[in-house]
């Protein structure tokens, strides 16, 4: 499989190249492969392993640079734990992607990534220097990813005071090849820190650095899987219902890892695209203009992306027209998350997340007949459904919503006890992580001294 750059018609790379890359860096493009090759679904079982459903999936992108034995041991190792899908009311389920050891969806990706990087990695000179900029759980699920992980290192720079407790805990109890420096600034100097080491010749001629960035495809591809696995056995169970996948989004990686996956072939007829107040990809559906902008915090605060970089690969595969017919959108400001929460936690005893809970109202508006009461001249600048019918509108009565829940509500017990009365118990994985010990390192936000670090503890 090759794969192709957003932005270089003519440029192509082998799949080792793509990750380990990340992006073209001559162009800023983004790899997309070359085409999206159909499994036949109806060949697994009633109840296919997931790490089955991983392996038939990722074996055409990965051709013959890993061999089969390699890559099942490499899914094998990623993979642990399962997606669950479980059935909240008569026409909705929710898809758990929490069950990974930092309690996100971000695991799934970053789990393979972390492999493929170490498989390509190996027999090469010297380890490979991981820097990432996080404010908060992209950091936590790339460290434990990479964690123990052979021949790389990975540090990881967070704004100091500036995410929360547990995030702190998740990122900074790291021991042996992960480490977590704790910067005196925000996250935007961490990110400039990581940046301007990429871009220091003496320090590159030293060290073989990368990052691990979510842009990477390596990334996307994996989260593919989860989407394919539950729609087959949300199909099994609903026979002749349409499947409709409802994703909580900020960068919009996992929606087009939906994509990918119903490129493919998976029973999934198509999506809702949901954000919280920043609404960026529900503007440029409804209004045919893409405006980035600054993002604004929100409780929802993984999805606060006001430029979220997957529409670079959303605009490549697809035409607006194209993306209107399999898109229903939907935005949801921060009172509308907490009411959002109680419902759930009311209509169907089910504590879902602040990122969950923008999904699930919007699967609640759609069931309930919005999408046939849309105003084509409806005010974007309130929350809601986007005045945008997609091609599967007519035909809700006949489908089940899968609402994606990208994280365990434990993670966000403030605001669940806001709108709930109740903080959920945290899972035994993060209470433990909470009585460990600290080791993270105290730096200025000064390039010079970050550099004189790298110098010293990089080998
Ligand atoms: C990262 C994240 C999202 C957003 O996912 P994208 O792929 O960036 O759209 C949603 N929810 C949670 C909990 C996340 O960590």
């Not at 990809?281 to 209004?287: K, L, Q, V």
């Not at 006890?417 to 936000?445: F, I, Q």
Request: charged share 25%; hydrophobic share 35%; proline share 6%.
């Amino acid at each position: 499989m090759l794969y192709l750059d957003t932005r270089d018609k003519n440029f192509k790379v082998d799949f080792k190249s793509a990750v380990m890359g990340g992006m073209n860096a001559a162009t800023g493009g983004l790899y997309v492969p070359e085409s999206f090759p159909k499994i036949e679904f109806e060949k697994f079982s009633e109840n296919p392993d997931f790490r089955k459903v991983a392996f038939e999936m990722i074996s055409p992108y990965v051709g013959d640079e890993i061999p089969e034995s390699d890559l099942r041991r490499l899914i094998d190792d990623a993979y642990p734990f399962d997606p669950r899908l479980e059935k909240i009311d008569d026409k909705s389920y929710v898809l758990e992607l929490f069950h990974g050891p930092t309690c996100a969806f971000k695991d799934f990706g970053a789990r393979f990534m972390a492999r493929a990087m170490s498989y390509f990695n190996r027999g090469s000179e010297g380890r490979l220097h991981i820097l990432v900029a996080t404010s908060g759980d992209t950091g936590s699920a790339v460290g434990s990813a990479f964690h123990n992980v052979e021949g790389l290192d990975v540090t990881i720079l967070y704004p100091e005071g500036k995410i929360s407790p547990l995030q702190e805990k998740q990122l900074s109890t790291f021991t042996g090849n992960v480490r977590a420096l704790r910067v005196k600034g925000t996250f935007d100097d961490c990110q400039k820190l990581v940046k301007t080491a990429f871009t220091d010749s003496s320090l590159r001629n030293k060290f073989r650095l990368s990052s691990a960035n979510s842009i990477n495809i390596s990334r996307l591809l994996p989260q593919s899987f989860y989407y394919a696995h539950a729609a087959l056995q949300a199909r099994r169970e609903n026979p002749g219902k349409k499947i409709i996948a409802v994703v909580p989004s900020g960068n919009f990686g996992n929606l087009t890892s939906g994509l990918i996956a119903r490129e493919m072939g998976a029973p999934i007829e198509g999506f809702v695209a949901t954000t919280n107040s920043n609404h960026t990809i529900p503007d440029w559906i409804a209004t045919s203009r893409y405006e980035p902008r600054p993002s604004v915090e929100t409780f929802a605060n993984a999805m606060d992306v006001g430029a979220p970089s997957n529409y670079e690969r959303i605009s490549y595969m697809y035409s607006l027209e194209e993306v209107r017919k399999l898109f229903a959108s939907f935005w949801l400001d921060n009172d509308g998350i907490i009411s959002a929460i109680r419902e759930c936690h009311e209509k169907c005893s089910y504590t879902i997340d602040p990122h969950g809970a923008v999904a699930y109202k919007a699967w609640q508006e759609i069931v309930a007949g919005g999408l046939s009461k849309i105003s084509r001249d409806a005010d974007i600048k309130k929350p809601g459904l986007t005045p945008n019918v997609p091609d599967w509108a007519d035909c809700v009565s006949d489908c089940v919503g899968m609402i994606l829940e990208t994280a365990s509500p434990a993670k966000f017990g403030q605001t669940v006890k806001l709108a709930t009365g109740k903080e959920p118990a945290l899972p035994e994985r993060l209470e433990r992580v909470m009585e460990l010990p600290d080791n993270s390192v105290p730096m200025e936000n000064d390039y010079g001294k970050f550099s004189a670090w790298l110098e010293e503890n990089l080998h």
